[in-house]
Nanobody, 124 residues
Framework: QVQLVESGGGLVQAGGSLRLSCAASGRTFSNYAVGWFRQAPGKEREIVASINWDGESIIIADSVKGGFTISRDGAERMVYLQMNSLKPEDTAVYYC?????????????????WGQGTQVTVSS
């Protein structure tokens, strides 16, 4: 498994932007696909975006398509979630997750390493 640490969360006004970072340590990170999930109060955790091992293929959830994107820097062992045009409904704890394998995924149980989460709050 790899160890993951998220950063970059905070408070932002509606329409603003944030970039979340996920730093990986441990095993060879290039063998892992990565996903960003979020969980709002009282709701189930949901997929936001996922990226394959080399960054050439991504999946963006319909709920954030057009505003969010995911990328990775293999040399730096980092994965990023760029969030633009944020809305109050984007308020949640955001989690980075990794799965050993080349292909991106969207189901929680496909991922075996998780970060501790970072809070994103969007004010209206």
């Amino acid at each position: 498994q790899v160890q993951l640490v998220e950063s970059g969360g905070g408070l932002v006004q509606a329409g603003g932007s944030l970039r979340l970072s996920c730093a990986a340590s441990g095993r060879t990170f290039s063998n892992y696909a990565v996903g960003w999930f979020r969980q709002a109060p009282g709701k189930e955790r949901e997929i936001v975006a996922s990226i394959n091992w080399d960054g050439e293929s991504i999946i963006i959830a319909d709920s954030v398509k057009g505003g969010f994107t995911i990328s990775r820097d293999g040399a730096e062992r980092m994965v990023y979630l760029q969030m633009n045009s944020l809305k109050p409904e984007d308020t949640a704890v955001y989690y980075c997750a990794a799965r050993k394998g080349l292909l991106e995924a969207t189901v929680e149980t496909d991922f075996d390493s998780w970060g501790q989460g970072t809070q994103v709050t969007v004010s209206s």
